[in-house]
């Protein structure tokens, strides 16, 4: 199976309000861009829960993945990006499963990265 794992390092983040109108079309209540360096790999849509929304789909020619998630999964997302470092995200293109994860942190570690030292 043929996977696209990425680490993430910066994040740009989208609200959406509005746009229901007559249209038939989907919006995403908001929208988060990941970024390795200075490629845009992942975009997470979130839609109001309850709604029927889009599969995850991985764009070839761009190389981007999108992964979409119910609204009530947004700040559990934003504060994984917020608070903990490293961030990864792994992409099955046949299963069309995707995932963001942190990387191995101690037990207990609390609001302090492994990697940052106090004097």
Request: charged share 30%; glycine share 8%.
């Amino acid at each position: 199976m043929k996977y696209i794992d990425r680490e993430i390092d910066l994040y740009w983040i989208h609200i959406q309000s509005g746009g229901s109108g007559t249209s038939k079309k989907i919006y995403p209540q908001a929208l988060i861009r990941c970024y390795s360096g200075d490629d845009l790999v992942l975009q997470a849509t979130f839609y109001k829960d309850g709604s029927k929304f889009p599969e995850n789909h991985y764009d070839k020619r761009n190389k981007l993945v999108y992964l979409r998630y119910p609204l009530y999964m947004y700040p559990n997302i934003l504060d994984l990006l917020r608070n903990e470092k490293p961030i990864f995200f792994r992409y099955a293109i046949e299963l069309k499963q995707g995932f963001i994860r942190t990387g191995k942190e101690p037990v207990g570690e609390g609001d302090y990265d492994a990697d940052f030292k106090v004097d």
